[in-house]
């Protein structure tokens, strides 16, 4: 009866797995290859400070006098080094995003290589 049972779910999860594919960045992302090259303002910036930033950090929520709506405000960022430094959590600096889980190591990561890309309005 055991057998029967583990059999049957081997049969299922090979026929899942073989029916359709899937993104293995969905479904492994510890696997997932983190690319950080050619990295762009507008496409993988710009989604991380909407996501985790910007609803403290626009021109109308201004928390803490903190504006990094637009790229002149968040390069002003790049140039003290405040963006990297919170969210790398590094003393002396408040951790961003505030009062929230650090940000992935990818996402951090990538804002990194954008940085050291240098930081392009691209
Ligand atoms: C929930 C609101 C909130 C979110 C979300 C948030 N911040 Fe902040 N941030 C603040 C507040 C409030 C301050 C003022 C300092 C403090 O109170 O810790 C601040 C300060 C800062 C500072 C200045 C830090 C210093 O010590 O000089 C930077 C840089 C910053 N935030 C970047 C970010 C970035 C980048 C993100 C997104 C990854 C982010 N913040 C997300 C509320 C937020």
Redesign the pocket.
Known sequence: MKYLVIGFMLALGLSSSSCYYDNAEDLYPELAVCVTDSMSYTEDILP??DF??????STA?N????I?EGYAAVKS?VD?E??L???QHQS?????????DK?DDCTIKK?AAWIEQGALDN
């Open positions: 991380i400070l985790h930033c910007l609803s403290c950090h929520a928390q803490g006098g903190v990094m960022y003290n405040a963006f430094k919170s969210i002396g600096i408040s951790p961003m995003p505030k009062n929230q940000l804002v």
